[in-house]
C-alpha cells in the first residue's frame, strides 16, 4: 500500500478511472497544465492530454453547462469548481437541470456528472474560499452528496461517483488535504455511496459526523476518556440513517458535529429523524455543535467559529451528565 496524503489519494482515483474508461474527463479553471488550485489534477494533463484534461473560463456556470451536455453526449466529465464560494454562478445549471434530467426525461438521460469541490474553513482562506454549503444540495432531489474525511475513503468513494449514472457533488475538505497520510491501496476499489462507516465503537454516546471534523471529534472522544461510538456518515445524500439508528438505540445519547452553520444545518435533520426512530431510546437531549450563524470570519477568528475539540468535548460531557 502507498502512504498517501487526501489530495494524493484523489490524484490517484482520477489518473486510474482516466486509465479505464476513457470517456472520464476533467474540465475546470487551471486544472489542465497548473494542476488545479490545490495541485489535485498535478501531473493529468501531461498523462492524458487537452482534449481530456481541460482548461476552461472563469465562468463557473458554463463549466457546469457544459458537463451536461458531455454527458448527455455519452461521456463522464469530472468538473472542479476552484472553492464553494463559487458554486453560486453553477448553482442553476446543477439544481435546475443535472439533478433533474432523469426525472424530466422519463429516464431517457441522465447525467453520470461528479463536481469536486474543495469546501471548509481551516486554511486562512479569504471571502467565498471556506464556507460549508452540503446542506444547499442535501436538500436538491436528485444529487448525490459525497464528503469523505480521509484518504482511503476519499479514494474509494470518488471512483464510485464517477461510475454513479447520476450527478454526484463531491466535496472535498480542503483542511485536511495534506494534514495527514493513511495507507490506501494502488489498485482500484469502490466504496458504496450511502454506507456509513463506525470510525471508533461504544456505547455510552453516538457522536455523528462528517468531513473535516471527524478529525476533531477523534480528539475529543480520545480526551474525554469515554466508550463513545463514532459514526462518519461519509455520504450526506443519500445518507445511512440505519447506522445512526441502530447506534443510538444502544447508546441512548447522540452529539451531532459539523463545520456548517447550525440553522438548517444537516445536523437538524439527523436529529429530527432520530427523534422520529429512536425517541423512546433517548436518554438526553441530541446536542449539536456547529458554525456558527454568521458569514465565515477572516482568518483571525475562523479557529473560533469552526468547531474544535474543546467545544466537542464539553458537549460530550453536557450529554453525558444529562
Not at 482515483?13 to 487551471?30: C, P
Not at 444502544?250 to 429512536?278: D, L, N, S, Y
Given at each position: ?174 483542511r485536511i488535504y495534506r494534514a ?128 474544535d475539540a474543546d467545544r466537542i ?10
Amino acid at each position: 500500500m502507498a502512504n498517501l496524503t487526501l489530495v494524493q489519494a484523489i490524484n490517484l482515483a482520477l489518473i486510474q478511472e482516466m486509465e479505464r474508461d476513457d470517456r472520464v474527463l476533467i474540465l475546470g479553471e487551471d486544472v489542465g497544465p497548473n494542476g488545479g488550485v490545490f495541485r489535485v489534477t498535478e501531473g493529468l494533463h501531461k498523462r492524458f492530454g487537452s482534449k481530456r484534461v481541460v482548461d476552461t473560463p472563469l465562468a463557473e456556470s458554463g463549466i457546469i453547462g457544459t458537463s451536461i451536455g458531455l454527458a448527455i453526449a455519452g461521456l463522464r466529465p469530472i468538473p472542479e469548481i476552484q472553492f464553494e464560494g463559487f458554486l453560486g454562478p453553477a448553482y442553476d445549471q446543477i439544481c435546475s437541470h443535472a439533478a433533474r434530467m432523469r426525472t424530466r426525461t422519463r429516464g431517457a438521460m441522465t447525467i453520470p456528472l461528479t463536481v469536486r469541490v474543495p469546501v471548509g474553513g481551516g486554511i486562512h482562506a479569504p471571502e467565498l474560499h471556506s464556507d460549508s454549503p452540503e446542506s444547499i444540495y442535501i436538500h436538491q432531489p436528485g444529487l448525490k452528496v459525497v464528503m469523505p474525511s480521509s484518504p482511503y475513503d476519499a479514494k474509494g468513494l470518488l471512483i464510485s461517483a464517477i461510475r454513479d449514472p447520476d450527478p454526484v457533488m463531491f466535496f472535498e475538505p480542503k483542511r485536511i488535504y495534506r494534514a495527514f497520510r493513511e495507507e490506501v491501496p494502488e489498485d482500484e476499489y469502490t466504496l458504496p455511496l450511502g454506507k456509513a462507516r463506525v470510525v471508533c465503537e461504544g456505547d455510552a454516546m453516538t457522536v455523528v459526523s462528517w468531513g473535516s471534523s471527524v478529525v476533531q471529534c477523534m480528539q475529543a472522544i480520545e480526551r474525554s476518556g469515554r466508550s463513545i461510538e463514532l459514526i462518519d456518515l461519509r455520504t450526506l445524500y443519500p445518507f445511512d440513517m440505519d447506522a445512526v439508528e441502530a447506534s443510538v438505540k444502544k447508546t441512548g445519547r447522540c452529539v451531532i458535529v459539523h463545520e456548517a452553520p447550525k440553522t438548517c444545518g444537516f445536523g437538524a435533520e439527523i436529529a429530527a429523524r432520530i427523534m422520529e426512530r429512536c425517541f423512546l431510546y433517548l436518554e438526553s437531549p441530541v446536542q449539536r455543535v456547529a458554525g456558527f450563524d454568521t458569514i465565515m470570519p477572516y482568518y483571525k477568528l475562523e479557529l473560533d467559529y469552526m468547531p474544535d475539540a474543546d467545544r466537542i468535548a464539553r458537549a460530550i460531557e453536557e450529554t453525558a451528565a444529562y
